[in-house]
């Protein structure tokens, strides 16, 4: 399978990746690391007429803490987010589950945000921890909260000409901790069903934050948010992330398909939410 | 184990030879069939129907002509000038070549372009148009076969409704006595999912045809070179001394590389036609969606047994979903394969079997993925069923087992259905297995776990397989006998060439068929180069499926090496100035019987072959020999899984697999424990995750890695091998076949698996592939 | 569009169209046929391919995106002094049938010795999960990565 012609542009810069988005218009394309997008043409359900290969761009690897952040550059494939030191919690957890290692080699962080893929892991792990997506474009830099950002199933707000540069992840200060629960029917395999869950404990081990949301089981990437209420200002228990997970799983409408009938992934859901939030609960006390 | 009885240097049977294969394959420099790059080599691409039933009204291929780069499209019409638009299937039956009058299944071939690039080729695809009527599809052979369902084959002859073919064998009436004195009957119906071989590399051809000179030198991903250039100059026409059938390097074959394809026949037509040569390799996505599905059976089986738990009869319906098409690479005479071994390794007076295939909008196949003829649906469903009457009748599967099975002095053994098993000793394999495993211990702790409220189970498969087709009085396909051959050609400096008619597609034929000559003549087995797959370089034989290159090939190389070491003593006599008679042949020594200092050696012999014989022989050392196997050959095993179970969503996990395989004599027990470990992941894999499935439109799920499931080392399980060696009493090296055990053998083990997990409550059945969504189900519903 | 990769050393400049993928280009333009293919969805590995010293699946990568890298076939594993140590544990350990997915597993398996001398099963089983076999079943894939490990360890301690 190959994919139909195109035109190649190598940007050098920011500022001339998206110059030349412009000047593409609606057939342009951003070219990060390729994992989606490629075999996407490959098997000819897209068919841009102008790529613009980011790759090249300096200063968009970097991993690192800054003012309370963990901040995600364009071009930080997965593979560097699961070496790096400075995740914590869900996303660290996430990380050795997207994709496959060879994947991970290529694919970015960045790419799969702005993908918007459903099954997509990032932005679930992005809805709980509450992180911002920096964009770029003709007319300067923005910073979009990802709930606003994530907009339908391969849909996001992001601007036609607007390249996502990074990702900002607020660090908790205080105890926290999380988990990413994925089920997967195998390596290389996108979610069955996967729960991303965030929670920060105050000095008395009550929540002060929570995030919940949910992988593959809507057409979008689902933050639960009246569970995150629920769980807010309450002591970690079993009875009280089983409240939770009746929620999630009620926030949750899963489609009959190869992977398992609606009921099973409802169920999943609920499981993986109580494991999750667990586990989380568990990662905070020992912080 | 024997022990070997060659010294390693010779590397005869029993050693664990290095393979010669290797040496190229990790440089880089194997040949498949895509790395074939002959001088102005055009590239193929097939337009597929997008719909699984449609009346084909037009196709306009005008605007696919004009892309530069584009030399030829090809429609059925084209096709049908030269009378190729439709050709013979393997079972007997007509499969389109490009679909003239409908489509009929999701992925059937309608057009092909010919480009200068494979690029190019793939963008004409897109400019072809083509004019669909859509039809109702078919997609369930339940349906297919009720009355008024719309007749999927109209344009064959005769045919009325979408009936494949029935089959029926055994004694109905010894069958019906048997269940009139049974205690209680035991029901199990089950589905063996649609599954795929999925050899790594795919299929392909490059079709290299001389209009001047006529000559055809096909390059293919062919299990059977010689089968295929038969068929070929039958379907094409062709005379069969121009006919030359390559296989190069295969990355993998499971059966998927038997049959002939559409792709094939266009792309020599092509080269025919254009005058240079064509070469088209399947995408994954063609390999899945329209070549060489397996499987796809719809078994109901029933066991009549005692309160003690004896076996008294089998009676099994069965019907199979043949897709658009049948095209089972099947023996003529035996239209549901060899799926009458259903008997298993149980001794019982009565079977009574009863098979109908039906017609869908599906692709065709019924290939035997990695097994022999629909034995691995066979063995499922006995070993399937034997676990629910134990559970039925209230005693451990294990002594269910030991119960009925055919002891060792039984053998050679007559099943109910006419197989004569050669030999075996079951209650050793099992017992065996199980102590291994700790079976006792492992019963215990399951006790403990439910009383935890956690799931555990441990499945039990003793498969009995029938490999090594076959006896000519038997078996054919397409009316060719299912013998094979060696050809044996010993060098005046004592190196040797042998040449087969099998074709190694990762088995490591080069290696252990060496090691066969070596174990006669004594010749270093790193001496002998072996060759196969060139039909212009090696005698005629079916080729390498249904593990059949060892019981068939195997004793055809055993032979031919006799008939030379018979020569040679003569030749060493001569040498020695001694009696024929009194030659002794040993590790390539030839000495005097009672004066072990008076000796030649093999290749001492070699030489005077072609320098020195004795009066009236004939100058060379060479023969060939085309075995014509007395039965086939029977291997079985026994294999334990221990499974955990998560209650909470299905999702289970191998803790431990123990698989006891014997299969004769091993020729290089480290490639036999290869086939094994290889076997047992695609036998996990389709009890777990790999399987083919359809939409209520016919769309294929499953027509790509994403959706069609290969299990890769993290899901694969650990698994520990144990061996037993009884030999085949009638083989000459007491050889048995290997490659398709442990895929025959193992879903039923990892299915009873977890079936036993949740068997306490009161679940019986849960089809393959053992999703979690359907584990959790089952639980759900029973509690 | 001019590219220029070094593959197993040396340098290779061509033009080529932007939509070719580096898998191809190594395959039919430099005819190094080694680097296999073996699915449309980025999922089997049989073109993994070292770029800069990471294993890619050369399928889902453009020749253009490969412009000035250094890339490693299964052709460039071998060097002045003999074969890998991968390629011989291969052979040792009976790690390949067919052979279809070895070249990429090889690469996989040399580049996570590069980094973790003493992988252990599970370390080798993660590291070849992008990677399908589907022959051998994995063990003795993952037996002849940690071969290889064990006498570059050796070799190593020992010099
Ligand atoms: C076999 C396989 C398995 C996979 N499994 C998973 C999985 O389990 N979970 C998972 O989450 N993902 C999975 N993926 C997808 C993978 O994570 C991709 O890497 C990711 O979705 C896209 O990132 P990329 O850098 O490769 O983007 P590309 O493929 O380069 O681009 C994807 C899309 O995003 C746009 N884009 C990319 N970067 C930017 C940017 N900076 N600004 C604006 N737009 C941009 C592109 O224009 C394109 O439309 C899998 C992929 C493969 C091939
Ligand atoms: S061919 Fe590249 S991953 Fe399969
Ligand atoms: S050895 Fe055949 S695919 Fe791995």
Same mark, same amino acid.
């Given at each position: 399978m190959f994919p139909s012609r195109f035109d190649l542009v190598v940007a050098q810069t920011v500022a001339e990746a998206v110059e030349a988005k412009v000047d593409a218009g609606e057939g342009g394309r951003f070219l990060a690391g390729g994992q989606s997008l490629i075999p996407m043409m490959k098997m000819r359900v897209a068919f841009p007429e102008t790529l613009i290969d980011i790759n090249r761009i300096a200063g968009l690897d970097a991993i690192e803490r800054s003012n309370g952040h963990l901040q995600v550059g364009a071009l930080v494939r997965h593979a560097d987010v699961v070496a790096s030191d400075a995740t914590f919690g869900a996303v660290a957890a996430a990380a050795p589950w997207v994709a496959d290692p060879l994947v991970r080699n290529r694919g970015t962080m960045c790419g799969s945000v702005a993908h918007c893929d459903p099954e997509g892991d990032w932005n679930s792990v992005l809805l709980a921890t509450g992180a911002d997506v920096i964009a770029q474009g003709p007319s300067g830099e923005r910073s979009i909260s990802i709930a606003d950002f994530v907009d339908g199933a391969f849909t996001s *707000?992001?601007?036609?000409? @607007?390249?996502?540069v990074g990702l900002r992840i607020p660090v908790p200060s205080g105890r926290s901790g999380g988990a990413y629960l994925k089920l997967e029917r195998k390596i290389g395999d996108y979610a069955t069903v996967a729960v991303a869950s965030h929670l920060e404990l105050d000095d008395s081990g009550a929540i002060a934050a929570a995030g919940l949301a949910l992988t593959s089981v809507n057409p979008i990437n689902t933050k639960v948010a009246d569970a995150e209420v629920l769980l807010v200002g309450q002591q970690p228990s079993e009875e009280l992330f089983a409240e939770a997970a009746e929620l999630a799983a009620a926030a949750a409408e899963p489609r009959d398909d190869v992977r398992g009938t609606a009921a099973w992934k409802r169920q999943v859901v609920r499981t993986y939410t109580k494991r999750g939030l667990a586990a989380a609960a568990q990662q905070a006390e020992g912080s | 184990m024997v022990a070997p009885t060659t010294p390693a240097e010779i590397g005869g049977i029993g050693h664990s030879v290095q393979r010669k294969e290797d040496a190229r394959l990790i440089e880089g420099q194997g040949n498949f069939l895509d790395d074939i790059d002959l001088p102005n080599t055009l590239h193929m691409a097939i337009l597929r129907s997008p719909l699984a039933h449609a009346r084909i009204n037009g196709i306009d291929s005008e605007a696919a002509m004009a892309l530069d780069g584009v030399l030829a499209v090809v429609t059925g019409d084209l096709m049908d000038q030269h009378g190729l638009a439709w050709m013979p299937t393997l079972s007997g039956d007509t499969q389109a070549v490009l679909a003239t009058d409908k489509v009929r299944y999701q992925g059937q071939e309608v057009a092909a372009v010919i480009a200068t690039d494979p690029y190019i080729a793939t963008d004409a695809l897109e400019l072809i148009e083509v004019d669909y009527e859509e039809l109702p599809p078919i997609t369930t052979p339940q349906q297919s076969l009720e009355e008024g369902a719309a007749l999927i084959r109209d344009e064959k002859e005769g045919q009325t409704d979408n009936l494949a073919y029935t089959w029926e064998t055994g004694d109905q009436g010894a069958t019906e006595e048997a269940f009139a004195q049974a205690d209680r009957v035991v029901t199990l119906e089950t589905h063996y999912p649609r599954s795929h071989p999925a050899p790594l590399e795919t299929c392909g051809i490059v079709a290299d045809v001389n209009s001047v000179t006529g000559q055809a030198t096909i390059y293919m991903t062919s299990q059977a070179p010689h089968a295929h250039r038969t068929l070929f100059a039958m379907v094409a026409g062709l005379p069969e001394q121009n006919i030359r059938i390559v296989s190069p390097d295969i990355g993998g074959g499971f059966g998927n590389k038997v049959p002939i394809y559409p792709g094939y026949v266009v792309a020599t037509a092509a080269s025919l036609l254009i005058g240079q040569p064509v070469k088209w390799v399947e995408s994954r996505t063609e390999n899945l969606i329209s070549t060489g599905f397996a499987r796809d059976y719809y078994m109901k089986g029933e066991l009549a047994v005692t309160d003690e738990g004896r076996i008294l009869g089998l009676r099994v319906d069965m019907l199979s979903d043949q897709g658009a098409f049948y095209s089972d690479a099947q023996p003529t005479q035996f239209r549901a394969g060899l799926?009458?071994?259903? *008997? !298993?390794?149980y001794d019982f007076g009565a079977a009574h079997i009863n098979c109908k295939g039906a017609f869908t909008n599906k692709a065709p196949g019924g290939v035997a993925y990695r097994c022999s003829f629909r034995i691995t649906e066979a063995s499922y469903l006995i070993e399937r069923l034997v676990q629910t009457a134990a559970y039925e009748v209230g005693i451990d599967p294990a002594e269910m087992r030991l119960r009925n099975f055919i002891q060792p002095e039984q053998f050679p053994y007559e099943t109910a259905t006419g197989f004569v098993y050669d030999s075996g000793d079951y209650p050793t394999a099992l017992r065996t297995a199980m102590d291994e495993v700790g079976y006792e211990d492992l019963r215990r702790e399951q006790a403990e776990a439910r009383a935890e409220g956690r799931l555990m189970g441990i499945g039990i498969a003793h498969f009995t397989e029938a490999v090594g087709a076959g006896p000519s009085r038997t078996y054919d396909i397409a009316g060719l006998k299912m013998i094979d051959s060696a050809e044996l050609r010993v060098h005046p400096t004592g190196k040797a060439i042998l040449k087969l008619g099998v074709k190694t597609q990762g088995q490591g034929h080069e290696t252990t068929f060496a090691q066969i000559v070596a174990e006669v003549l004594g010749i270093p087995a790193n001496d002998i180069k072996v060759e196969h797959g060139d039909t212009d370089h090696t005698p005629y034989g079916l080729g390498t499926y249904a593990s059949r290159s060892t019981p068939v090939g195997g004793a055809a190389t055993a032979v031919v090496a006799r008939k030379l070491a018979d020569k040679s003593k003569k030749i060493a006599a001569h040498l020695l100035e001694a009696a024929d008679e009194d030659i002794e042949l040993a590790s390539g020594v030839f000495s005097v019987a009672g004066s072990p200092d008076r000796s030649v050696t093999i290749q001492d012999v070699a030489l005077a072959a072609y320098t020195n014989l004795p009066e009236g022989m004939e100058y060379g050392l060479d023969d060939v020999t085309y075995y014509d196997p007395p039965n086939l050959t029977y291997p079985y095993g026994s294999y334990i899984v221990v499974v955990e179970v998560?209650?909470? *969503?299905g999702v289970w996990q191998v803790q431990r697999m123990v698989a006891l395989d014997d299969c004769g004599v091993r020729i290089n027990p480290m490639i036999v424990e290869g086939q094994i470990c290889g076997g047992l992941t695609e036998g996990f894999a389709m009890s777990a995750m790999q399987w083919i499935t359809f939409d @209520?439109? +016919?769309?294929?799920? !499953?027509?790509n890695f994403m959706d069609y499931l290969v299990p890769t080392a993290w899901e694969t399980p650990r698994f520990e091998l144990l061996a037993t060696e009884v030999p085949s009493p009638h083989h000459p090296i007491g050889a048995k076949g290997v490659g398709e055990s442990a895929t025959v053998g193992s879903p039923a083990a990892f299915v009873n698996a977890v079936i036993d997990a949740v068997a306490h409550l009161g679940v019986r059945n849960i089809d393959m592939p053992v999703l979690p969504d359907r584990v959790w189900a089952a639980i759900d519903e029973a509690s | 569009m001019e590219i220029n990769i070094t593959i197993n050393g040396s340098d290779h400049a061509s033009d080529v169209e932007p939509r070719t993928l580096l898998v191809d280009h190594i395959r039919r333009t430099v005819g190094l046929t080694g680097t296999h293919v073996g699915c449309d969805t980025t999922s089997c590995g049989a073109c993994t391919v070292l770029m800069d010293g990471t294993p890619v699946k050369a399928c889902t990568v453009l020749a253009a995106q490969a412009d000035g890298s250094e890339v490693t076939t299964v052709e460039g594993l071998k060097g002045a002094d003999g074969l890998h140590p991968i390629q011989s544990a291969f052979t040792d350990d009976h +790690?390949?049938?067919? !052979?279809?997915c070895t070249p990429g597993m090889m690469l996989v398996g040399a580049s996570l010795i590069a980094e973790n001398p003493d992988p252990s099963d599970d370390d080798v089983r993660w590291a070849i999960s992008g990677n399908l076999c589907r022959? *051998? !079943?994995y063990i003795n894939i993952v037996k002849a990565i940690q071969t290889a490990a064990a006498r570059v360890a050796e070799s190593s301690n020992g010099s």
């Open positions: *707000t992001l601007g036609e000409d @607007e390249l996502v | 799926f009458h071994v259903v *008997t !298993g390794s998560d209650p909470d *969503t @209520e439109d +016919g769309n294929c799920i !499953g027509a | +790690g390949l049938q067919c !052979g279809f022959c *051998t !079943g």
